[in-house]
């Protein structure tokens, strides 16, 4: 085989490998895929996000809800109000029931309710959330915690891997990240919103994958515990779920309720296990963390609302301390009272809006069916100055 | 003696270098492991 030779005045063409121009031309299309994942409904469709299957998918869709709801928010409206919390207001407050109140009360009202809770969200986490809480230009803001929520225990910390999905900003919040290298993921997730959002990008792509078919949508009406019952556990389980609690009903005592629990479990039962009330100081890093976001959010143009979240008066009959921490709630409210009287901020005292038969354990009230919706909607028409 | 102008390459390797590039980036932006770490919440 003959090799013809190159003359030495030919140069051969640069490769495109090292060229300036294709790494500019990259760098584009990089921004360009970026958008095309992160602002269209491949990212953001997935509307089943109650996840019945393992709680490691399940936070991840609560976040994700939280995320599009930021991200890629629904509707436009005259009036947004923006609801942050944990489960304890993830379900009374869904979007639907408590547009559907308000809209009973104010009809002419264009309203959009953001429910941005997610499971197990302490100050830490709700404080991130809070970072992004311009983009959704708010008309109100719903503070919705709990004594416990300041605290750290074994159900969660003051800042969660929930809370961390979403935390961006330049400089260190009140809760300083533990490695320079969680330090530098916030950076990046500051600046680049594919990164920001890759683990929901990365579950997409395995739910496409390989879907779970129990994945479900939460129900927009609640019209009954029973159905609740039925939703949450199936016919089956549900039917003796029901008929537990409409046995507790009818011999309505604490030890009935924690019957009806299934007797209970850990050092409270199913209360969150909260350290002495003594121990609760302004000088606690949970109210430190209050601080500081209450601090931001009173220099904001929209106003905003503490609700203390309803608590089960069942305790109240608990004088031993044998299914929660007697005297906690109160000392927690006091010194959120005081934290918000700095900031001039008003603080609604939600602990007896619900009678005890309202509520599906210790600590949650029923979705849609408990009438919670219409308490919260009065307080948003309230503070709006509807 | 003349200069002879450095040749350059073709736009199309170049559009099709950038994608690749482009992709790679992609890819590794959104497998790539990074600090997080798994939650387990205890509530339930």
């Known amino acids: 085989m003959s090799r013809r030779a190159i003359p030495d005045h030919v140069q051969a063409p640069a490769p495109a490998a090292t060229s300036p121009l294709t790494w500019l031309l990259a760098i584009a299309l990089v921004a360009a895929i970026d958008v095309a994942i992160t602002r269209t409904p491949p990212l953001w469709g997935k509307t089943d996000t109650w996840i019945k299957s393992g709680l490691d998918r399940a936070y ?6 939280v995320a599009r709801t930021i991200f890629h928010p629904r509707r436009d409206a005259a009036t947004r109000v923006e609801i942050l919390g944990n489960s304890r207001v993830w379900f009374p407050a869904r979007e639907a ?23 197990g969200a302490h100050i830490g986490d709700l404080e991130v959330v809070a970072r992004h809480l311009d983009r959704l230009r708010p008309s109100l803001v719903i503070l919705a915690i709990s004594g416990p929520d300041l605290v750290a225990t074994s159900w969660g910390d003051l800042l969660n891997p929930t809370g961390e999905l979403l935390d961006i900003g330049w400089r260190d919040g009140s809760i300083p990240p533990a490695s320079m290298a969680a330090r530098v993921d916030r ?6 919103p594919l990164f920001r959002l890759r683990r929901f990008v990365r579950q997409r792509i395995v739910d496409a994958l390989s879907p779970v078919a129990s994945d479900q949508r939460f129900p927009d009406r609640v019209e009954s515990r029973q159905a609740y019952f039925d939703y ?3 016919s089956e389980r549900g039917a003796r779920s029901g008929a537990a609690y409409e046995h507790w009903r009818q011999h309505p005592t604490l030890e009935g309720f924690v019957e009806y629990l299934g007797g209970g479990k850990g050092p409270y039962g199913v209360t969150e296990p909260v350290p002495p009330p003594e121990s609760l100081s302004l000088d606690g890093p949970g109210f430190v963390v209050l601080d500081h976001l209450l601090a931001r959010l009173a220099a904001e143009p929209y106003p905003t609302v503490i609700l203390l979240m309803p608590e089960n008066p069942l305790l109240d009959a608990d004088n031993a301390g044998t299914y929660h ?10 010194l959120i009272e005081q934290v918000a ?12 809006w619900m009678p005890a038969d309202r509520f599906v354990d210790f600590v949650h009230v ?6 919670c919706q219409d308490l919260l909607a009065n307080e948003i028409l309230h503070a709006l100055g509807s | 003696m003349p200069s002879v102008p450095e040749p350059q390459p073709a736009l199309g390797a170049i559009v099709l270098r950038a994608l690749l590039y482009a992709l790679l980036i992609t ?4 497998f790539a492991p990074g600090s997080e770490h798994v939650f387990i919440y205890q509530g339930f």
């Open chain 1, 97 to 119: 029931y408590v547009e559907r109140a308000l809209h009973e009360r104010a009809p002419d009202l264009d309203v959009r309710v953001d429910n941005l809770a997610f499971f």
């Open chain 1, 325 to 334: 921490r007697p005297g906690f709630s109160d000392r927690a409210t006091a």
């Open chain 1, 60 to 65: 991840i869709w609560q976040t994700y809800d």
């Open chain 1, 232 to 234: 949450m556990a199936g």
């Open chain 2, 27 to 30: 890819l590794l932006v959104v």
């Open chain 1, 341 to 352: 009287a700095r900031h001039r901020i008003r603080v609604v005292d939600g602990r007896r």
């Open chain 1, 366 to 371: 029923f979705p849609d069916v408990s009438g």
């Open chain 1, 187 to 192: 950076w990046v997730r500051t600046v680049w």
